[in-house]
């Protein structure tokens, strides 16, 4: 019965990523692996659990999710938020935020008054991602972006609290767009802003150019331009390309509201 859970579980993510689903990918540099692993992981695991919430429906629906696979799940999550390992107590706070963010949305709320008891400051972080996880239908992909972006976003605004420096998850990360016909008619400039990146380009090693959609601040993609012939007339006449050109032109996956 657990290896037909976990042979769902992975199908039915598998099935998400495959479908008109937003995805994260990570096309610039800060120069440090080790924080750029950070920052996708993090991001990554507020993926996932968005996801879990179509997953857990659909697991729900085909009868591998049962109180006997949610008791052993939520033994994992309990685990997991006690870790034999010191850290210090913001970080664990971090840590733990997110191991309750997928334990509140997988294990149905079972257990959110012993954990909002037990550790007040994660939890009340958690259920602020958990609010706009569960506000906002995941299985619309602009709707889904949206959660994600505005998780991303809420995790940051967590770790900035606490005196720590933020994570660029907006100018980090490129996050599929997801737009409307109209706006692939638009001129470049009414819909997004270029950034000339404090990133470096992975694939070129040059200064990264992040194309940031103006309604949300996110990165929607980094554009290959030599960094030498980005002028101001080149921004000009970029700017005036219709949003649908600059897509093809450069490549960029995008989805259709």
């Not at 993926?47 to 629906?61: D, G, I, P, R, W």
């Not at 949305?105 to 009340?124: L, R, T």
């Not at 994600?148 to 490129?174: C, K, M, P, R, W």
């Not at 001129?187 to 200064?207: F, M, V, W």
């Amino acid at each position: 019965k657990f290896s037909d859970f976990v042979l769902s579980h992975e199908l039915h993510h598998i099935e998400l990523e495959l479908s008109d689903e937003p995805s994260i990918d990570c096309a610039v540099t800060t120069g440090q692996e080790d924080l750029d692993g950070r920052i996708l992981a993090i991001a990554n695991s507020v993926f996932e659990t968005l996801e879990h919430v179509t997953v857990l429906k659909k697991q729900k629906e085909d009868g591998t999710y049962t109180d006997q696979i949610k008791a052993e799940y939520l033994k994992g999550v309990e685990a997991a938020l006690h870790p034999k390992v010191e850290l210090d107590l913001a970080n664990m706070r971090f840590y733990r935020t997110l191991i309750m963010f997928d334990g509140i949305i997988f294990g149905e709320h079972s257990k959110d008054a012993d954990w909002q008891n037990e550790f007040p400051k994660s939890y009340k972080y958690a259920n602020k991602l958990v609010e706009v996880a569960e506000k906002n239908d995941l299985s619309v992909p602009f709707q889904f972006r949206r959660a994600l972006v505005n998780s991303l976003d809420a995790y940051n605004e967590i770790i900035i609290s606490n005196g720590y420096q933020g994570l660029h998850f907006h100018t980090l990360l490129n996050i599929t767009p997801v737009v409307s016909k109209r706006q692939l008619r638009l001129s470049l400039n009414q819909a997004y802003q270029i950034k000339h990146s404090e990133y470096k380009n992975r694939a070129t090693g040059k200064d990264g150019f992040a194309l940031i959609a103006i309604n949300d601040g996110q990165s929607v993609a980094t554009l290959n331009l030599d960094p030498s012939k980005v002028t101001p007339e080149f921004y000009k006449a970029f700017y005036q390309y219709k949003v649908q050109e600059v897509f093809d032109e450069q490549g960029i996956k995008y989805l259709i509201r």
